[in-house]
């Protein structure tokens, strides 16, 4: 009830928090779910992955702060106090794709 699903690509769920800060979801109800938040400009933040027990166990932030000189980089678990890590190409790879069909989706629905 915290997030309004506004559109879904395979596994992965595009969805906006409905009140307060930006935030990727903590669970999810569905095993292996990736979900990709939106900001308040209706751009991808993060996209966050979740295991078999329903918990974020990866968080990529594709917009934000740096960390070092990298956007995106991804975090592991809840925590993200620890420096961001490189992401590995099969990871970019996702993100490109991901943002390259919200943004088609966008541009369609604008129309």
Do not use: M
């Not at 925590?79 to 490109?96: D, M, P, R, T």
């Amino acid at each position: 009830s915290e997030y309004t699903s506004v559109a879904q690509f395979g596994n992965i769920k595009v969805v906006r928090r409905n009140d307060g800060n930006t935030t990727a979801p903590l669970e999810t109800r569905t095993r292996g779910r990736v979900y990709a938040t939106l900001d308040k400009k209706d751009d991808i933040k993060f996209i966050s992955f979740y295991d078999e027990e329903n918990e974020r166990y990866k968080t990529i932030d594709v917009k934000g702060p740096k960390h070092g000189d990298l956007l995106p980089h991804k975090h592991f678990g809840y925590e993200h106090g620890e420096a961001g890590y490189e992401l590995s190409s099969k990871e970019n790879k996702l993100v490109e794709r991901t943002i390259s069909l919200w943004e088609n989706r966008k541009k369609k629905n604008s129309k």
